[in-house]
T-cell receptor, first 114, second 108 residues
Framework: KAGVTQTPRYLIKTRGQQVTLSCSPISGHRSVSWYQQTPGQGLQFLFEYFSETQRNKGNFPGRFSGRQFSNSRSEMNVSTLELGDSALYLC?????????????FGPGTRLTVL | GQNIDQPTEMTATEGAIVQINCTYQTSGFNGLFWYQQHAGEAPTFLSYNVLDGLEEKGRFSSFLSRSKGYSYLLLKELQMKDSASYLCAVNDDYKLSFGAGTTVTVRA
């Protein structure tokens, strides 16, 4: 069974640009969560989607948005990039595991903002 | 708000035992996870506790006390490959809140 996949793996952008990251969950999983990981702040929750609906949202500005498609694939978008948005963006999918709400993480997208 | 605390760093010798503590104060609680993350890689699941007590899985064990807002991860018979960051995370319906992580260094 294929794991969680994220594309692209690496991305370099400049301030003011926007970026879209993609996540394909494990087959059969319907929940996708997004996290930002930085050395200073650790892993921080961005948002979670289930059946195309956002069920929970973290404390990030409105520049961060996401969506989920009918096939459970998810995208997140960051507009008007700032230097502080440089981070590893991880997505995780849930469902089908023996452990309630166990989240399986993808390899992440490393975003660098110059 | 969510407040999850764990030590920043720990060092131990190969073959030894290390205990990583995690204390939490969160608005909701549906269980506590421990994840391992090697440098440059994604977190991988280690254990999950939703009821008080000890869960054992091979060399790794995890303990939870909900009344005290406390958990620990016990790593036995340490191996060099156990050098990694260990993340404590509280599950609060559709959302995991993570601690900053504990970097464990295993020395020969």
């Amino acid at each position: 069974k294929a794991g969680v996949t994220q594309t692209p793996r690496y991305l370099i952008k400049t301030r003011g640009q926007q970026v879209t990251l993609s996540c394909s969950p494990i087959s059969g999983h319907r929940s996708v969560s997004w996290y930002q990981q930085t050395p200073g702040q650790g892993l921080q929750f961005l948002f979670e989607y289930f059946s195309e609906t956002q069920r929970n949202k973290g404390n990030f500005p409105g520049r961060f948005s996401g969506r989920q498609f009918s096939n459970s694939r998810s995208e997140m978008n960051v507009s008007t990039l700032e230097l502080g948005d440089s981070a590893l963006y991880l997505c995780a999918s849930t469902g089908g595991g023996a452990v309630y709400n166990e989240q399986f993480f993808g390899p992440g997208t490393r975003l660098t903002v110059l | 708000g969510q407040n999850i605390d764990q030590p920043t760093e720990m060092t131990a010798t190969e073959g030894a035992i290390v205990q990583i503590n995690c204390t939490y104060q969160t608005s909701g609680f549906n269980g506590l996870f421990w994840y391992q993350q090697h440098a440059g890689e994604a977190p991988t699941f280690l254990s999950y506790n939703v009821l008080d007590g000890l869960e054992e899985k091979g060399r790794f064990s995890s303990f939870l006390s909900r009344s005290k807002g406390y958990s620990y991860l016990l790593l036995k018979e340490l191996q060099m490959k156990d050098s990694a960051s260990y993340l404590c995370a509280v599950n609060d319906d559709y959302k995991l809140s993570f601690g900053a992580g504990t970097t464990v260094t295993v020395r020969a």
